[in-house]
């Protein structure tokens, strides 16, 4: 058993903090927040001359053809850095799905651009159950000669606003899994998006399709197959999401430790009182557990394992571990971690929405129960 | 990173798996239970002699001193799929003494112990806590005076759990009162059986024994000392960071059994297995165990790749025992009222292993220094935070 980041990937890991502290402190994060877009152009030129977005595309495709531990590593410094904008979304999303289930002309035609950062994906899949379940998919996709014709509601589709397609989930027949994905413009007639307020700043939308239509060419995947491809997605989609919440404890850990040396109350630093030690103890339990979660899961999928019950297991626990773990934090600072203007907030949000995303605690535990035999 | 075993390793796995199938007869594991799985009952030491004569027990020293020079994570899972069995499991000779005696003790006390030890020949119990001497380890009083050929020791120990069934005490006394008490400590090896000592037994809740020790004159040879004299605080404290590890494989096997219950077992007209409430409850223990084993074999990594853990045992201790608590008390919520029944009850369910695990697991978070303890050295050595 090995538990470390190989070379490479400390490599990534460094040159990816370097980056984001100069381009991405938390002024930008805040900034981001409250504009419209969420992002620059000049960070995201950035990060595509670093090559992130190529990071796990194959090669033959222009991609960097690294695995996903790679990626993992690199995520969890954009959690360390409450990094802003559609990398999640395009890459991560939109990458893996289309590697999944895309044709070889779907693959050529999309994943050269996704690579350099030009071309920009994300997932359409939720609805208003706000449900990753198959039956909640109402969108439908009716075939009209040539055509998909799409018409329905998707809600929390992240970064709508710039993505170039849309990998858009539809109901293709009557089965609950009668389920397919189809690329469809962002542009197209009849598609509209509206921003969806949230509490971290995230820019999600809520997406209608009023007859929009769509070549069967760009059916990713069979029709009605789309359901298995979902299902790995959203694992791989969960795995990410932990280790971006792996990549923040070790920055809350920075804005918690100092502070417990230095603020004096009673005429000794704060951290020499045990009860403050113990909360701080327990930050370490949960760092450490919800680190190794993202490590095993994220190992088996790169090692072409199994990974079903591991990555369920990580995100119910990571998800659940982050926010005590943030709370933990929130004691220890006190008043100030309360603080619009103290950083930790910023995390504070995050951890609730990356607990929701791709499946809470709760949806995970299921999927265990069942993969227990249950 | 990698989170398999080797294949060398696996196949190793099977081997000790394939013997205990084999060795362990239904009475070893009714004496191991009934010891609380410490080393030392009569059934149980025929069994692990022939179970140590393949390097299992001590599978990390080196072959000189009886072990295969393997892995730390190889040792960890042997002690794990013991655990998992309810074979002997609890060894402080082979598990605690010996590491430091290996580090710490002269050429002639290495060869006097190590070697028995191995072979599982040899179990001492663990002297260290006493009346006053509990989370505070350094408050130890009972007295060795250095009377030139020997010691003369006087004193009381107190929840020393393996000494009724162990040969030799791995004890922590005071051989100097004059200095900051840790700096006044020595380690020593006494045999249970010397003239002096008397054995009272403590019963616990979970039916098992420990005991009070008293020392009125006891003679205890020179040779005996551990290393140097008035270092044995460091020692102990050292010691808790090599071969220390809680394995979960006891409580694993209870939960296994727990949920191939719910699934034969049917309430209000349903398997209790397809009760939301049940599954959710169920999952998350599954998941505590499956974080509980990257603590477990983290620790072992660290080990494996020469370095010496510093807060990681601490915290694995504290999760593992937590763990089993959380548990246990799973299990018993899911059993529900049948849960109360004790072994030998004619409805009791699961031979009544849960209502024991239910009483047993009180101490998880108390013995082996306090849970407190383990997050006060994590907090003070891991993060460096102020000392009070």
């Known amino acids: 058993m090995d538990f470390n980041l190989n070379e490479e990937q400390l490599m990534i890991k460094d040159a990816a903090r370097k980056f984001l502290a100069k381009e991405c402190p938390s002024q930008f994060v805040r900034a981001m927040a409250e504009d419209e877009k969420g992002y620059t152009d000049q960070i995201w030129q950035g990060m595509a001359e670093l090559g992130w977005m190529s990071l796990l595309i194959p090669e033959e495709y222009g991609g960097f053809g690294g695995n996903f531990l790679d990626l993992m590593t690199l995520i969890a410094e954009m959690g360390y850095a409450a990094l802003p904008g559609p990398f999640f979304s395009s890459v991560v999303l939109g990458g893996l799905t289309v590697m999944e289930a895309g044709s070889e002309v779907q693959k050529k035609e999309i994943l050269p651009g996704l690579a350099t950062g030009e071309r920009m994906l994300s997932l359409a899949w939720t609805e208003t159950d706000g449900s990753y379940a198959p039956e909640a998919v109402r969108l439908t996709a009716d075939r009209e000669g040539e055509e998909y014709v799409l018409s329905g509601t998707k809600l929390f589709v992240p970064d709508a606003h710039v993505a170039d397609i849309l990998i858009t989930v539809a109901r293709t027949g009557g089965k609950p899994t009668d389920i397919s994905l189809l690329l469809v413009e962002a542009k197209s007639p009849g598609l509209a998006i509206a921003p969806l307020v949230t509490m971290g700043g995230d820019k999600q939308f809520e997406v209608s399709f009023d007859r929009v239509k769509v070549p069967r060419t760009n059916l990713l995947g069979s029709n009605n197959g789309g359901w298995p491809v979902l299902q790995k997605i959203l694992l791989m989609a969960a795995v990410a999401k932990s280790a971006e919440m792996m990549g923040g404890t070790e920055r809350i850990m920075e804005l918690v430790l100092p502070w417990t040396k230095e603020r004096v109350q009673f005429g000794r630093p704060i951290g020499s009182f045990q009860a403050i030690q113990h909360h701080c103890a327990d930050m370490v339990i949960y760092k450490d557990t919800l680190t190794y979660m993202v490590y095993q899961a994220s190992w088996r999928m790169t090692a072409g394992l199994p990974f079903e019950k591991e990555a369920s297991m990580c995100k119910a626990w990571v998800s659940d571990a982050y926010r005590k773990f943030v709370a933990l934090g929130h004691q220890v600072l006190g008043g100030l971690g309360f603080m619009e203007e103290h950083d930790l907030g910023l995390y504070f949000k995050r951890a609730k929405a990356a607990e929701l995303f791709f499946g809470d605690p709760d949806f995970h535990r299921e999927l265990v129960a069942r993969q227990m035999g249950l | ?388």
């Open chain 2, 1 to 388: 990173m990698e989170f398999e075993f080797k294949p060398e390793e696996t196949k190793i796995l099977g081997e000790v798996r394939a013997f205990i199938k084999a060795e362990a007869t239904p009475d070893m594991l009714e004496e191991s239970l009934s010891i609380g799985y410490c080393y030392g009952g009569k059934l149980g030491r025929e069994f692990i002699k022939k179970f140590a004569a393949n390097g299992w027990l001590v599978p990390s020293w080196p072959a000189q001193y009886g072990g295969l020079g393997a892995s730390a994570v190889l040792t960890f899972a042997i002690r794990d799929e013991m655990a998992y069995h309810g074979v002997p499991s609890i060894f402080v000779a082979a598990h605690m003494a010996g590491p430091t005696i290996m580090h710490v003790g002269s050429d002639e006390m290495k060869k006097e112990w190590l070697l028995p030890i191995a072979r599982g020949e040899v179990e001492f119990a663990l002297g260290y806590t006493e009346p006053q001497a509990g989370s505070d380890l350094s408050n130890v009083t009972l007295r060795a005076v250095d009377k030139g050929d020997h010691f003369l020791l006087n004193g009381q120990k107190t929840f020393n759990t393996h000494s009724h069934v162990a040969d030799y005490h791995w004890l922590a006394c005071r051989t100097d009162p004059d200095v900051k008490k840790h700096r006044g400590m020595s380690m020593m090896i006494v045999d249970l059986k010397s003239p002096g000592i008397t054995i009272r037994p403590m019963i616990t809740l979970a039916g098992w024994q420990t005991n009070e020790v008293y020392y009125d004159d006891v003679v205890v040879p020179k040779k005996n000392l551990v290393g140097e004299m008035n270092k044995g605080f460091y020692y102990l404290m050292a010691a808790l960071d090599f071969e220390r590890m809680f394995p979960a494989g006891g409580y694993r096997r209870i939960f296994e059994q727990v949920v191939d219950h719910v699934k034969k077992t049917v309430v209000n007209g349903q398997p209790l297995s397809k009760n939301p409430l049940v599954r959710q409850k169920l999952a998350q223990i599954a998941i505590e165990l499956e974080a509980g084993k990257m603590l477990y074999y983290s620790l072992a990594h660290i080990l494996d790749s020469g370095q010496i853990p510093n807060y990681q045992a601490s915290m694995q201790k504290a999760f593992a025992t937590e763990t089993a608590q959380r548990l246990t008390q799973t299990c018993m919520e899911v059993l529900g009222l049948h849960g109360q029944l004790k072994s030998g009850s004619k409805w009791v369910p699961l031979a009544g292993r849960v209502e024991h695990q239910h009483r047993w697991s009180v101490v998880e978070s108390i013995y082996a220094g306090t849970n407190e303890i383990q997050r006060n050295i994590m907090a003070l050595r891991g993060l460096g935070l102020p000392a009070a």
